[in-house]
C-alpha cells in the first residue's frame, strides 16, 4: 500500500513550528509496511488544499491528513476533502453532543459558535472519537479502494487518536501478510553514540530483526522489531537479541516494558520496598519531583518534598552552616547534607538531592556551568555522584533530573538485592 | 515570489529523522517576505522526485530542494533536476579541486571513484561552495524567471551554506519590495477559539496587517505582520491594531515581546517590586516552581518552595488540621492556608499554592478530576481561584501551573498598580 501524508497549516509554512507529526506517521506506516511515498505540507488555504488532496488521491492509497480541523474559519480540511472526495458534509449527533459534554466539564463555559463546525462530518466517514480535545477524527473509504484519514493537528490529539483508534484499522487493512512483532529495551545513564558503539556490530548485520536506536536525554530506547508469520515467531526471533543486549548493558537497562517510563519504574520500585522518598532540589528547582507525580498514585511514596535554592533554605532545611561555607552549596557534602536532611524532614525512607550549576551565570573555574552533585540517601546510607553536564540551562536541569532518577533507580535496585 | 520547498530522501519518509530543514527554510523565506505555499518530502526515486520537481516549477517561482547531493548511488536530486530543467551536467573543474583538497585535509585519505560525481552540476549554474563538505550547493536561474537552488540534507552544511551564500542572493531577488514589520501579542488566561471570537471581526477584514493566532496550553500568541516599505511604515500600519488589541484584551495580555514568556515576565514583575516568592505545590509537585527556575536569575525572587502533596505534609508546613477535616485537602480554605503557610516558612513576601484532582484516580461527583484550587498570597491578602480543568493528568497539572502563574501575575500586577 502506497501512502501519503498531507500536513495541514500555515504555522508550519511559516517555520513556526517542527513538522513531528509527519515524523511519527511515518514511523507508524514503515512498522505497519506501508510505503510513504510523499509528505506535503499546506496551508490553510482552500483551493491549494483541495488541490493536493486530489493529487494524493490519484497517486496514493492511503491519504492521511492533520490538522486543520480545529473550530476557527481558519479550519478547512474537512470541507477541502469533502470537496476533493465529491461528498457532502453532515453534523454527527454524537459528536456534537460530546462537544457539548467536553465544553460542560471544561473552564470554559460558553461554547462559541464557530465550535459546533467541529461536528461537521463526511459522509460515510467513520467517526473517530478525541479524548482530548474536540475535533473528531474522520476515516473514509473511498468507493474505488482508497482511504483517506483526517487527524487532528495536535500531537497530544492525534497520537492517542492514532494508537487506539487508527492502527487497528490500518492493520486490518494490511492484514494477512504477517505481523511486525518487537520489544522496546529501555536504558539510562548512557549516551547515545556510547550505546551505539557497544552494538555497533549487531546493528550492521540486522536484516530481520532489525535494531533501531532512539534516543532522548539521558536516555536510549532500543527497538528490536522481527517481521514474522504469527507472535511465536516473532518471539522465537527477538528474543535472543534481547538476551544479548542485556549482557552488553546490564543494569543500564531499566525495563522492557515499552510504555513504561523511567520515574513509573521509579515509583514502581519504590512502591515493592515500601519505601517513601523525599527530595531536597536546588538547580532543578522542583522538576524532579514535578517528574515522579506525572505518575498516577506517587501519593503512595511521596509525601512531601523540598526546593532549597538558596543557602538560607538549605540550611532551614537541616545543612549544616559549616558545611555550605567549607565546602560550597555546589559540593558532594552539601548534596550528602541535603539528601539525609529532606529524608528526615519528610520522614521518608529514602532521599535525593540536586545542587548544580544550571548556568548561564554562577560559573568558575574550578566549577563551571554544568557542574552538579546529586546525593540518595537510603536508610542511612548515602551515595554521591558528579556530573559534568554539556548543554544550556534548560539541557543542564534536564539532564539533571534525569541522572537523579537513575541513580534513585540504582540504590533501590541495592535495596531490593540486599532484601 | 511564491516559493516551495522540496526535502529529499528516503530516511524522512521512513520516519528516521524529523524534518527540520523545512522548518529553518520556512522560517528564513517568511522573513524575507517570501511565501512559501508548499512543503514537499520524496524519496531517493529519480522518476518521483523529476515528477514533484516538475510540479514545483509549474507552480512557484523559487524552487528549493535539500538533500540528495551526496557521493552514492541513491543521491539522484542533481540528476532530476537538471532532467525536469531541461539542462545538462558538467562537471566543474573548481568543484572538483576543492574535492581533491577536502579529502587531503580528511582523515579518509583515499577519494572513492563515486565522489567525482559531486563535482558534476547542472550547466549555467552558480556554484555555492561547501565549507563543510563535498557536496557544493547549486542556484539556477531559469530562462522564464524562476529560480531552483539545490542545497545539502545535512544541517550543518546546509545552514551555513544557507547564511553566507544564498540569502545574499534572496535579498536581492526581493530587493527594493520592502520588509516585513510585526508585533507579538501574548495572552493567557484565555483560550484559541475565545480569543479568536472576540476578534473575528478583525481577522476577518485583515488584509495588510495579517493578524494569527497560535494556541499553548491556556496561552495564546497573535501575531501582526504588516508587509511594508521600511520599519517606520511597518510601525504605523501595526500600531493601531495592536493597541486595538489591547483594548479588547485588556489584562489577558502579559507582554509584547516575542522572546518573553509568562514564566520570565513573573520573575521581572517580582524583581520590579523588590518582592520574594514562594510555593506549595500539591497535585503539579514541584513543577510550578520548576518552571519559575527555567529563568535565569530566578534565585533573586525565589529562595525556597514546598511540595505538600500528602495532608501531613501540609500539616507540618501550616495547614490547620481543621480545615483539611472540615474542606477537605482540596478546598479553597485549604489552598488559602497553603499559601500563607508557605510565604510564611519561606520568608517570602509573597506565596502560591496548587491543590486538586489531577487523576486518572480521587475524583468523586463533587469534586471530579480535574477540580484545582489555587491560591496567592502577598503581603496579607489572599487571591483564591476555582477550575475545573478538562483532560488527562498531564494536561490538568500542565493548565495548573499556566493559571497558577497567570493568578501571581495578576496578584503582583495589583500590588504594582497602588504603589
Same mark, same amino acid.
Given at each position: 500500500?502506497?501512502?501519503?501524508?498531507?500536513?495541514?497549516?500555515?504555522?508550519?509554512?511559516?517555520?513556526? #513550528?517542527?513538522?513531528?507529526?509527519?515524523?511519527?506517521?511515518?514511523?507508524?506506516?514503515?512498522?505497519?509496511? &506501508?510505503? =510513504?511515498?510523499?509528505?506535503?505540507?499546506?496551508?490553510?488555504?482552500?483551493?491549494?488544499?483541495?488541490?493536493? &488532496?486530489?493529487?494524493?488521491?490519484?497517486?496514493?492509497?492511503?491519504?492521511?491528513?492533520?490538522?486543520?480541523?480545529?473550530?476557527?474559519?481558519?479550519?478547512?480540511?474537512?470541507?477541502?476533502?469533502?470537496?476533493?472526495?465529491?461528498?457532502?458534509?453532515?453534523?454527527?449527533?454524537?459528536?456534537?453532543?460530546?462537544?457539548?459534554?467536553?465544553?460542560?466539564?471544561?473552564?470554559?463555559?460558553? &461554547?462559541?459558535?464557530?465550535?459546533?463546525?467541529?461536528?461537521?462530518?463526511?459522509?460515510?466517514?467513520?467517526?473517530?472519537?478525541?479524548?482530548?480535545?474536540?475535533?473528531?477524527?474522520?476515516? =473514509?473509504?473511498?468507493?474505488?479502494? !482508497?482511504?483517506?484519514?483526517?487527524?487532528?493537528?495536535?500531537?497530544?490529539?492525534? #497520537?492517542?487518536?492514532?494508537?487506539?483508534?487508527?492502527?487497528?484499522?490500518?492493520? +486490518?487493512?494490511?492484514?494477512?501478510?504477517?505481523?511486525?512483532?518487537?520489544?522496546?529495551?529501555?536504558?539510562?545513564?548512557? @549516551?547515545?553514540?556510547?550505546?551505539?558503539? *557497544?552494538?555497533?556490530?549487531? /546493528?550492521?548485520?540486522? /536484516?530481520?530483526?532489525?535494531?533501531?536506536?532512539?534516543?532522548?536525554?539521558?536516555?536510549?530506547?532500543?527497538?528490536?522489531?522481527?517481521?514474522?508469520?504469527?507472535?511465536?515467531?516473532?518471539?522465537?526471533?527477538?528474543?535472543?537479541?534481547?538476551?544479548?543486549?542485556?549482557?552488553?548493558?546490564?543494569?543500564?537497562?531499566?525495563?522492557?516494558?515499552?510504555?513504561?517510563?523511567?520515574?513509573?519504574?521509579?515509583?514502581?520500585?519504590?512502591?515493592?520496598?515500601?519505601?517513601?522518598?523525599? *527530595?531536597?532540589?536546588?538547580?532543578? @528547582?522542583?522538576?524532579?519531583?514535578?517528574?515522579?507525580?506525572?505518575?498516577?498514585?506517587?501519593?503512595?511514596?511521596?509525601?512531601?518534598?523540598?526546593?532549597?535554592?538558596?543557602?538560607?533554605? !538549605?540550611?532551614?532545611?537541616?545543612?549544616?552552616?559549616?558545611?555550605?561555607?567549607?565546602?560550597?552549596?555546589?559540593?558532594?557534602?552539601?548534596?550528602?547534607?541535603?539528601?539525609?536532611?529532606?529524608?528526615?524532614?519528610?520522614?521518608?525512607?529514602?532521599?535525593?538531592?540536586?545542587?548544580?550549576?544550571? @548556568?548561564?551565570? @554562577? +560559573?568558575?573555574?574550578?566549577?563551571?556551568?554544568?557542574?552538579?552533585?546529586?546525593?540518595?540517601? =537510603?536508610?542511612?546510607?548515602?551515595?554521591?555522584?558528579?556530573?559534568?553536564?554539556?548543554?544550556?540551562?534548560?539541557?543542564?536541569?534536564?539532564?539533571?533530573?534525569?541522572?537523579?532518577?537513575?541513580?534513585?533507580?540504582?540504590?533501590?535496585?541495592?535495596?531490593?538485592?540486599?532484601?
Amino acid at each position: 500500500m502506497i501512502a501519503e501524508l498531507v500536513s495541514v497549516g500555515t504555522e508550519l509554512l511559516l517555520g513556526n #513550528i517542527v513538522n513531528t507529526n509527519a515524523r511519527y506517521l511515518s514511523e507508524q506506516c514503515a512498522a505497519l509496511g &506501508i510505503h =510513504v511515498y510523499y509528505q506535503v505540507t499546506v496551508g490553510d488555504n482552500e483551493e491549494r488544499l483541495t488541490q493536493v &488532496i486530489r493529487t494524493a488521491l490519484d497517486r496514493s492509497q492511503l491519504v492521511i491528513l492533520t490538522g486543520g480541523l480545529g473550530p476557527t474559519e481558519d479550519d478547512l480540511t474537512r470541507e477541502a476533502a469533502a470537496r476533493a472526495l465529491g461528498l457532502r458534509l453532515t453534523e454527527d449527533s454524537h459528536t456534537r453532543e460530546r462537544i457539548e459534554a467536553y465544553f460542560r466539564n471544561s473552564i470554559h463555559k460558553t &461554547i462559541s459558535p464557530n465550535n459546533w463546525k467541529q461536528a461537521l462530518v463526511i459522509e460515510g466517514a467513520e467517526v473517530l472519537d478525541n479524548d482530548n480535545g474536540t475535533a473528531p477524527g474522520l476515516f =473514509v473509504h473511498t468507493g474505488n479502494g !482508497k482511504h483517506v484519514i483526517l487527524l487532528p493537528g495536535p500531537p497530544n490529539e492525534l #497520537i492517542p487518536m492514532f494508537r487506539t483508534q487508527v492502527l487497528p484499522i490500518l492493520s +486490518g487493512l494490511c492484514g494477512g501478510k504477517g505481523t511486525l512483532y518487537s520489544y522496546m529495551v529501555k536504558l539510562c545513564g548512557i @549516551g547515545e553514540s556510547m550505546a551505539e558503539t *557497544m552494538i555497533r556490530d549487531l /546493528i550492521d548485520s540486522q /536484516i530481520n530483526p532489525t535494531i533501531a536506536t532512539y534516543a532522548k536525554s539521558g536516555e536510549v530506547d532500543i527497538r528490536v522489531t522481527a517481521f514474522a508469520q504469527d507472535e511465536e515467531e516473532g518471539r522465537r526471533l527477538t528474543l535472543p537479541v534481547v538476551e544479548e543486549l542485556k549482557k552488553r548493558f546490564g543494569d543500564h537497562i531499566y525495563t522492557l516494558r515499552e510504555e513504561e517510563t523511567l520515574e513509573a519504574h521509579v515509583i514502581g520500585l519504590l512502591q515493592e520496598l515500601g519505601f517513601t522518598v523525599s *527530595m531536597a532540589e536546588s538547580c532543578t @528547582g522542583g522538576l524532579l519531583c514535578g517528574r515522579l507525580v506525572n505518575v498516577p498514585g506517587a501519593s503512595d511514596v511521596l509525601k512531601s518534598a523540598f526546593v532549597t535554592y538558596a543557602n538560607e533554605a !538549605k540550611e532551614r532545611l537541616g545543612v549544616r552552616h559549616d558545611t555550605l561555607v567549607t565546602y560550597g552549596a555546589v559540593s558532594a557534602q552539601t548534596a550528602e547534607e541535603m539528601a539525609e536532611a529532606a529524608a528526615k524532614a519528610a520522614g521518608a525512607d529514602a532521599a535525593v538531592s540536586v545542587t548544580g550549576i544550571a @548556568g548561564p551565570d @554562577g +560559573g568558575t573555574k574550578e566549577k563551571p556551568v554544568g557542574t552538579v552533585y546529586l546525593a540518595c540517601w =537510603v536508610r542511612g546510607t548515602v551515595s554521591v555522584k558528579h556530573f559534568l553536564f554539556h548543554g544550556n540551562r534548560a539541557k543542564v536541569r534536564e539532564l539533571s533530573v534525569q541522572y537523579a532518577l537513575d541513580l534513585l533507580r540504582r540504590c533501590l535496585l541495592e535495596q531490593k538485592r540486599t532484601l
